[in-house]
Protein backbone atom coordinates (compact mmCIF):
# COMPACT_ATOMS: atom_id res chain seq x y z
CA UNK A 1 0.00 0.00 0.00
CA UNK A 2 2.43 2.48 1.11
CA UNK A 3 4.42 1.81 -2.61
CA UNK A 4 0.98 2.31 -4.58
CA UNK A 5 0.62 5.82 -2.27
CA UNK A 6 3.99 6.31 -3.66
CA UNK A 7 3.51 5.71 -7.11
CA UNK A 8 0.28 8.47 -6.62
CA UNK A 9 2.28 10.64 -4.88
CA UNK A 10 4.85 10.80 -8.03
CA UNK A 11 2.13 11.30 -10.43
CA UNK A 12 0.41 14.15 -8.76
CA UNK A 13 4.12 15.83 -8.34
CA UNK A 14 4.79 15.40 -12.03
CA UNK A 15 1.58 16.79 -12.64
CA UNK A 16 2.18 20.10 -10.65
CA UNK A 17 5.17 20.22 -12.46
CA UNK A 18 3.69 20.04 -15.77
CA UNK A 19 1.35 22.42 -15.04
CA UNK A 20 3.36 24.66 -13.19
CA UNK A 21 6.20 24.69 -16.18
CA UNK A 22 2.99 26.08 -18.58
CA UNK A 23 2.10 28.61 -16.39
CA UNK A 24 5.94 29.73 -16.30
CA UNK A 25 5.90 30.24 -19.88
CA UNK A 26 2.41 31.72 -19.44
CA UNK A 27 -0.98 30.03 -20.57
CA UNK A 28 -1.20 27.85 -23.21
CA UNK A 29 -4.15 27.53 -25.79
CA UNK A 30 -4.62 23.99 -24.52
CA UNK A 31 -4.30 25.19 -20.87
CA UNK A 32 -7.31 28.27 -21.52
CA UNK A 33 -9.53 26.08 -22.61
CA UNK A 34 -9.89 23.33 -19.68
CA UNK A 35 -12.27 25.00 -17.77
CA UNK A 36 -14.53 24.55 -20.57
CA UNK A 37 -14.58 21.22 -20.72
CA UNK A 38 -16.31 20.37 -17.43
CA UNK A 39 -19.80 22.14 -18.77
CA UNK A 40 -19.02 21.67 -22.49
CA UNK A 41 -18.17 18.45 -22.64
CA UNK A 42 -14.15 17.03 -23.34
CA UNK A 43 -13.35 19.02 -26.56
CA UNK A 44 -15.74 20.99 -26.92
CA UNK A 45 -18.32 18.04 -27.71
CA UNK A 46 -21.81 18.80 -25.70
CA UNK A 47 -22.52 16.08 -22.93
CA UNK A 48 -25.61 18.39 -21.65
CA UNK A 49 -29.09 18.32 -23.34
CA UNK A 50 -28.97 22.29 -22.94
CA UNK A 51 -25.38 23.00 -23.28
CA UNK A 52 -23.87 23.86 -26.88
CA UNK A 53 -20.66 21.77 -28.24
CA UNK A 54 -18.29 24.36 -29.12
CA UNK A 55 -15.86 22.30 -31.11
CA UNK A 56 -15.28 23.80 -34.33
CA UNK A 57 -17.11 26.69 -34.33
CA UNK A 58 -16.01 29.99 -35.86
CA UNK A 59 -13.48 31.58 -33.75
CA UNK A 60 -14.12 34.98 -34.69
CA UNK A 61 -17.84 34.11 -33.46
CA UNK A 62 -16.76 32.28 -30.14
CA UNK A 63 -14.21 35.11 -29.93
CA UNK A 64 -17.29 37.91 -29.64
CA UNK A 65 -19.32 36.06 -27.91
CA UNK A 66 -16.90 35.29 -24.71
CA UNK A 67 -16.35 39.12 -25.02
CA UNK A 68 -19.89 39.83 -24.79
CA UNK A 69 -20.96 37.92 -21.72
CA UNK A 70 -17.46 39.58 -20.30
CA UNK A 71 -18.78 42.76 -20.71
CA UNK A 72 -22.51 41.57 -20.07
CA UNK A 73 -23.54 42.53 -23.21
CA UNK A 74 -24.98 38.97 -23.45
CA UNK A 75 -26.84 37.36 -20.69
CA UNK A 76 -25.92 34.08 -19.45
CA UNK A 77 -26.68 31.87 -16.56
CA UNK A 78 -22.39 31.40 -15.61
CA UNK A 79 -20.45 32.30 -19.02
CA UNK A 80 -20.43 36.12 -17.78
CA UNK A 81 -18.94 35.23 -14.79
CA UNK A 82 -16.30 32.46 -15.96
CA UNK A 83 -15.55 35.13 -19.07
CA UNK A 84 -14.70 37.65 -16.50
CA UNK A 85 -11.62 35.05 -15.29
CA UNK A 86 -10.00 35.94 -18.79
CA UNK A 87 -7.92 38.83 -20.77
CA UNK A 88 -9.48 39.29 -23.89
CA UNK A 89 -6.20 37.74 -25.23
CA UNK A 90 -6.89 34.74 -23.51
CA UNK A 91 -10.56 34.40 -24.92
CA UNK A 92 -9.48 34.73 -28.74
CA UNK A 93 -7.33 32.09 -27.91
CA UNK A 94 -9.71 29.82 -25.91
CA UNK A 95 -11.95 30.61 -29.10
CA UNK A 96 -8.83 29.83 -31.46
CA UNK A 97 -8.41 26.66 -30.09
CA UNK A 98 -11.63 25.11 -30.41
CA UNK A 99 -12.32 26.31 -33.67
CA UNK A 100 -9.53 24.42 -35.03
CA UNK A 101 -11.39 20.73 -33.20
CA UNK A 102 -13.49 18.65 -35.59
CA UNK A 103 -17.42 19.47 -35.16
CA UNK A 104 -18.95 16.39 -33.92
CA UNK A 105 -22.49 15.85 -34.52
CA UNK A 106 -23.90 14.23 -31.27
CA UNK A 107 -27.23 11.51 -32.14
CA UNK A 108 -30.61 12.48 -31.19
CA UNK A 109 -33.60 10.70 -32.28
CA UNK A 110 -36.15 12.35 -33.81
CA UNK A 111 -39.99 11.65 -35.54
CA UNK A 112 -39.43 12.23 -39.32
CA UNK A 113 -42.57 14.12 -39.54
CA UNK A 114 -40.95 16.74 -37.02
CA UNK A 115 -37.78 16.85 -39.08
CA UNK A 116 -40.08 17.59 -41.96
CA UNK A 117 -41.98 20.48 -40.56
CA UNK A 118 -38.34 22.13 -39.27
CA UNK A 119 -36.95 21.62 -42.81
CA UNK A 120 -39.78 23.65 -44.27
CA UNK A 121 -39.65 26.27 -41.20
CA UNK A 122 -35.93 26.59 -42.38
CA UNK A 123 -36.62 27.01 -45.89
CA UNK A 124 -39.14 29.78 -45.82
CA UNK A 125 -37.41 31.82 -42.77
CA UNK A 126 -33.91 30.79 -42.26
CA UNK A 127 -32.25 29.66 -45.06
CA UNK A 128 -30.91 33.13 -46.23
CA UNK A 129 -28.39 33.68 -43.42
CA UNK A 130 -28.22 30.24 -42.04
CA UNK A 131 -27.43 28.59 -45.07
CA UNK A 132 -26.30 24.68 -46.14
CA UNK A 133 -28.94 23.90 -43.84
CA UNK A 134 -27.49 25.49 -40.74
CA UNK A 135 -23.42 24.25 -41.24
CA UNK A 136 -22.60 28.04 -42.48
CA UNK A 137 -20.86 29.63 -40.42
CA UNK A 138 -19.12 32.98 -39.83
CA UNK A 139 -17.77 35.79 -37.34
CA UNK A 140 -21.94 36.81 -36.82
CA UNK A 141 -23.39 33.11 -38.01
CA UNK A 142 -22.88 30.33 -35.41
CA UNK A 143 -23.28 27.05 -36.70
CA UNK A 144 -26.77 25.28 -36.00
CA UNK A 145 -26.35 22.31 -38.07
CA UNK A 146 -25.56 19.32 -35.16
CA UNK A 147 -26.07 21.38 -32.38
CA UNK A 148 -27.96 19.99 -28.75
CA UNK A 149 -32.16 20.44 -30.09
CA UNK A 150 -32.90 21.43 -26.48
CA UNK A 151 -30.28 24.13 -26.52
CA UNK A 152 -31.65 25.16 -29.37
CA UNK A 153 -35.09 25.43 -28.35
CA UNK A 154 -34.07 27.28 -25.67
CA UNK A 155 -31.77 29.94 -27.55
CA UNK A 156 -34.54 30.70 -29.93
CA UNK A 157 -36.86 30.95 -27.28
CA UNK A 158 -34.71 33.88 -25.55
CA UNK A 159 -34.03 35.65 -29.18
CA UNK A 160 -37.82 35.59 -29.31
CA UNK A 161 -38.53 36.83 -25.61
CA UNK A 162 -36.13 38.87 -26.03
CA UNK A 163 -34.31 38.39 -22.76
CA UNK A 164 -32.26 37.80 -21.25
CA UNK A 165 -29.72 39.80 -23.35
CA UNK A 166 -28.93 38.24 -26.31
CA UNK A 167 -27.44 39.83 -29.07
CA UNK A 168 -28.69 39.04 -32.64
CA UNK A 169 -29.12 40.50 -36.24
CA UNK A 170 -32.33 42.46 -36.73
CA UNK A 171 -33.29 40.49 -39.95
CA UNK A 172 -33.36 37.28 -37.25
CA UNK A 173 -35.57 39.49 -35.06
CA UNK A 174 -37.93 40.19 -37.53
CA UNK A 175 -37.83 36.93 -39.19
CA UNK A 176 -38.63 35.09 -35.79
CA UNK A 177 -41.97 36.88 -35.44
CA UNK A 178 -43.08 35.20 -38.46
CA UNK A 179 -42.66 31.41 -37.26
CA UNK A 180 -44.54 30.33 -33.94
CA UNK A 181 -43.68 29.59 -30.47
CA UNK A 182 -44.99 26.10 -31.17
CA UNK A 183 -42.65 25.51 -33.74
CA UNK A 184 -39.02 26.07 -31.99
CA UNK A 185 -39.01 22.46 -31.43
CA UNK A 186 -39.38 21.36 -34.67
CA UNK A 187 -37.09 23.72 -36.49
CA UNK A 188 -34.40 22.41 -33.22
CA UNK A 189 -34.89 18.70 -34.32
CA UNK A 190 -33.91 19.85 -38.17
CA UNK A 191 -31.02 21.68 -36.89
CA UNK A 192 -29.63 18.41 -34.93
CA UNK A 193 -30.67 16.19 -37.50
CA UNK A 194 -27.98 17.70 -39.65
CA UNK A 195 -24.60 16.11 -40.09
Not at 68 to 84: E, P, V, Y
Not at 123 to 150: F, I, K, T
Amino acid sequence: MANAVAKGGVAVLLFSLHIASGVAAGPSETGLSLTCNGCHGWNGVSQGASIPSIAGLNANYMAKAMEQFKTGKRGATIMDRIAKGYKEYELRKVARYFSRLPWVRVETPFEASLIARGRDLHERHCAECHQDSGRYQDQDVPRLAGQRPNYLTIQLTQYMDKAPKMPQPSDMAEKLTRIDRDDLPALSAFYSSVD
